[in-house]
């Protein structure tokens, strides 16, 4: 199910003296099963942009194409597309409502107007796969730690068998250990369930390691895409809209700064290293197996 974004440009409160244009001429190709990464400096259009994908807003001008159909063309449709791409909000948590677990995962299947015994199927599923006891089902959501929150939330989601993920900032404001955990399920999402995937995060760590291709927006506009190692190539231009690289390649830039003959084409530990002992290799002569 191939996204198709031509020429999108997005203007909130046209035609006041507060308008403001969000996207500007937007053109992008996203290929079934892809792992993309959505990286921009605040206010670039990021959130703006993938609230176009299923309908949640309505192009200016331009036009999303979803599995070969216009979003927004036939509002009837629109439960469809919303059903198929599943959009992840930032804070997701708290847009949580119903009075148990298992309500509020099931909300959107019920209004699909499944079968209650296909209800508890995908809701019992989707509690396994973002790592929920069972016996969480029947508690208040209000109760829950915001980390168990949040996954009640993705679950919501998820029960609704999208076939594109989106999620905006997915980690922000929990603790490394809950981060880990919530990227290891979507990691663990898009590989088995081939799911097409779309992670905006600031963490250039996270991005580097999981996606297969980087959108870099600025202004409204994409201004950089490719694979990670592609993008973050590009340290200045990324360094000039006030977004960073890995730390690692950060810290061989400097070795390399201070004379060391080292790549800076690294993008985890394992490479710096790799990196760093080849010109400990290279100093002793090749002698030296330290
Ligand atoms: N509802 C709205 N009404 C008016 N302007 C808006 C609205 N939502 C966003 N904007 C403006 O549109 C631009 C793009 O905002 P958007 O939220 O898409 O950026 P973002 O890349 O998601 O930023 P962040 O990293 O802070 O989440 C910004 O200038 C923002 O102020
Ligand atoms: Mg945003």
Redesign the pocket.
């Known amino acids: 199910m191939p996204i198709i974004i031509e020429r999108l440009s997005h203007t ?2 046209k035609d006041t003296p ?1 308008q ?1 244009e ?1 996207l500007h001429d937007i053109n992008l190709t996203i290929r079934d099963g892809e792992f993309i990464g959505l990286i ?10 993938i609230q176009h994908l299923n309908g949640l807003l309505r192009a200016s001008s331009g036009r999303v194409v979803v599995d070969g159909e216009v979003i927004g063309e036939n509002k009837q449709r629109l439960k469809d597309i919303r059903q198929k791409v599943g959009l992840i909000f ?1 804070y997701p948590e708290h847009q949580l409502f119903e009075e148990t677990v298992f309500a509020d995962i099931a909300f959107g299947p019920k209004n699909l107007g499944l079968e209650p015994e296909e209800i508890q199927r995908r809701v019992t599923n989707s509690m396994k796969v973002v790592g929920l006891p069972t016996e969480l089902a029947e508690r208040s959501p209000f109760e829950l730690s915001g980390g168990q929150m949040r996954r009640v939330a993705i679950a919501g989601v998820l029960a609704m068998e999208p076939s594109i993920l989106i999620l905006d ?1 997915p980690t922000a404001g929990l603790d490394p250990r809950g981060r880990d955990e919530i990227l290891g399920q979507i990691e663990f999402l898009h590989k088995k369930l081939n799911l097409t995937t779309i992670l ?1 995060s600031h963490s250039m760590e996270d991005i580097a390691r999981l996606v297969d291709r980087l959108i870099v ?1 600025h202004k ?1 506009t994409v201004l950089l895409q490719g694979t990670p190692r592609e993008v973050f190539a590009e340290e200045k231009i990324l360094e000039e809209i006030g977004l960073a690289v890995p730390q690692v390649k950060t810290i061989m830039t400097s070795l390399r700064d201070q004379g060391l003959d080292v790549s800076t084409d690294v993008l985890n530990l394992n490479e710096a290293e790799n990196e760093i002992m080849k010109y400990f290799k290279k100093r002793t002569g090749g002698t030296s197996d330290a």
Request: proline share 5%; glycine share 20%.
């Open positions: 909130y409160q507060f403001v969000a921009g400096p605040t206010g670039s259009g990021k959130s703006t942009l930032q900032e905006v927006m409204g």
